[in-house]
């Protein structure tokens, strides 16, 4: 009996090559891995280490501190502070004025980008995202001396017109902080946005306005709809920006009292770290926060997958 094997180059090339797929996946991931682990797991480790010690002095001071272990004591002292507390009301109503501002300017104009033609397209994308190109601290200086009384022009040209506002005062320093937010992250969802808006089949779109849908109609009725997943990514990484707001409130508290050392969760952390030497306070702060941003996440990420899948 004569077995046959087929070693003919044809059947060579069908042969599978199995194991090496997933050992190929791993060697290109293992990097980004290593990164990730050192970059974000490792300092929340140790975050979350640091904020179950204090650190308690003996006698009169003159003993030297020592490392005790207090459990959930720092997580407690720091929810049972006022500021603190008061500091998530702040950032609260900061999220109900900017998430919402932002992602509608962003879908406008997202929506008037897509009717433009090909060549203002490529302007207008330049011109929109060159605020998100402006690092946050600049951006928060320039809007600071575009707030301060006797030196911004804005200022002036709104009293020359006989109408007075202090951007800086207790009542309008909030909405200040949204409108440099949004001038500096606007862009950067309009991108977004716009990209899916580029992925929306032209032949709905020509259904549409043979049915005698107008231009508003058809963005409203049809576009926006269509892009909602996009317009959830863009939400969840709205929320996840408001809720780490430091870099606009420490820039204006220099310029009004209106804003104080611990305006906000972030600028809380910031102060019991570096001015209070309070690490482990700092510590618990921080991993309060991210686990609300972690919350809202899961929440945000739910709601619109939900509402995708239906």
């Not at 207090?70 to 507390?85: C, I, K, M, P, R």
């Amino acid at each position: 009996m004569t077995v046959r094997v087929d070693d003919s180059p044809q059947r060579l090339r069908r042969r599978p090559i199995r194991g090496t797929g997933g050992r190929t996946a791993a060697l290109f991931l293992t990097p980004f891995f290593l990164v990730f682990l050192v970059a974000m797991i490792a300092p929340v480790i140790y975050a979350i280490g640091l904020s179950l010690f204090a650190e308690r002095r003996s006698g009169l001071g003159f003993g030297g501190a020592e490392k005790v272990f207090v459990g959930l004591g720092n997580y407690a002292d720091v929810l049972a502070s006022e500021t603190f507390v008061a500091g998530f009301g702040r950032l609260a109503l900061y999220c109900v004025l900017y998430v919402p501002t932002l992602l509608c300017v962003a879908l406008a104009l997202a929506l008037l980008l897509d009717a433009a033609v090909a060549k203002a397209r490529r302007l207008f994308q330049v011109l929109l995202f060159l605020p998100h190109a402006v690092p946050g601290v600049i951006a928060a200086l320039i809007w600071a001396y575009l707030y301060t009384p006797g030196v911004s022009p804005i200022v002036s040209a709104l009293s020359s017109g006989g109408i007075q506002i202090d951007f800086l005062s207790v009542h309008m320093v909030l909405p200040s902080m949204v409108n440099v937010a949004v001038w500096e992250w606007a862009g950067y969802n309009v991108i977004i946005l716009f990209t899916a808006l580029q992925a929306v089949p032209r032949e709905v779109l020509e259904a549409a306005r043979v049915d005698g849908a107008g231009e508003i109609r058809a963005a409203l009725a049809i576009k926006a709809p269509l892009i909602a997943p996009a317009l959830g990514v863009a939400l969840l990484f709205t929320i996840i920006g408001s809720l780490q707001l430091f870099t606009e409130p420490k820039i204006l508290s220099t310029a009004t009292t209106a804003v104080t050392s611990t305006w906000v969760p972030n600028m809380w952390a910031y102060d019991a770290a570096f001015n209070r030497n309070n690490l482990p306070q700092a510590a618990a702060a921080s991993i309060v926060l991210a686990l609300l941003a972690g919350a809202l996440s899961w929440v945000v990420s739910h709601l619109t997958s939900k509402g995708g899948a239906r």
